[in-house]
T-cell receptor
Framework: AQSVTQLGSHVSVSEGALVLLRCNYSSSVPPYLFWYVQYPNQGLQLLLKYTSAATLVKGINGFEAEFKKSETSFHLTKPSAHMSDAAEYFCAVSVQTGANNLFFGTGTRLTVIP | DGGITQSPKYLFRKEGQNVTLSCEQNLNHDAMYWYRQDPGQGLRLIYYSQIVNDFQKGDIAEGYSVSREKKESFPLTVTSAQKNPTAFYLC????????????FGPGTRLTVT
């Protein structure tokens, strides 16, 4: 079975500081991994995805994530936080099955302090 | 513009009434999904459909029903049997068997009193 754990339901950073949101996955087969962002009262927007190509994945809005198989991690980073980054972030995992369903973490709410 | 439409954005109902949430996509995606979102619980899968006229229960299907009569439409009915229907409901779609990412609609916030 697949699962995702997001460490820290709330993360606060100062504007201009490094953003680090943690995600660890569990999967018995090679996973596909995703980060989504959700602004209040909106749907989820795909930030980036790992699908077994390069382990360092670049996404939109300056975010990137690195797949580390040895650590079963897929942490999301951004060098310099902007006020507009304040949102909730979800990590998700999928594997190659008939359904290809996504399994989501419980989310991390990012607050950016001016 | 291609995308997923959910209507209405906000929906209010009295307890004991069935209510249907709309989800339409013009992306020509094969698979469609319904999720429920509650604070602090992430997204939980209600139902999904990989092809027209076929759908499967997700993790929390009790009290919900769906249909998939057209490729572009996947309506969700919240029945009176659903114990705690108040939530934010998200519809998503996925292109085909070789793709894994899902694309989401803007969501419908349902309040039942």
């Amino acid at each position: 079975a697949q699962s995702v754990t997001q460490l820290g339901s709330h993360v606060s950073v100062s504007e201009g500081a490094l953003v680090l949101l943690r995600c660890n996955y569990s999967s018995s087969v090679p996973p596909y991994l995703f980060w989504y962002v959700q602004y209040p009262n909106q749907g989820l927007q795909l930030l980036l995805k790992y699908t077994s190509a390069a382990t360092l994945v670049k996404g939109i809005n300056g975010f990137e994530a690195e797949f580390k198989k040895s650590e079963t991690s897929f942490h999301l980073t951004k060098p310099s936080a902007h006020m507009s980054d304040a949102a909730e972030y979800f990590c998700a995992v999928s594997v190659q099955t008939g359904a290809n369903n996504l399994f989501f973490g419980t989310g991390t709410r990012l607050t950016v302090i001016p | 513009d291609g995308g997923i439409t959910q209507s209405p954005k906000y929906l209010f109902r009295k307890e004991g009434q069935n209510v249907t949430l709309s989800c339409e996509q013009n992306l020509n995606h094969d698979a469609m999904y319904w999720y429920r979102q509650d604070p602090g619980q992430g997204l939980r899968l209600i139902y999904y459909s990989q092809i027209v006229n076929d759908f499967q229960k997700g993790d929390i299907a009790e009290g919900y029903s769906v249909s998939r009569e057209k490729k572009e439409s996947f309506p969700l009915t919240v029945t009176s049997a659903q114990k705690n229907p108040t939530a934010f409901y998200l519809c998503a779609s996925r292109q085909g068997q070789s793709s894994y990412e899902q694309y989401f609609g803007p969501g419908t916030r349902l309040t039942v009193t």
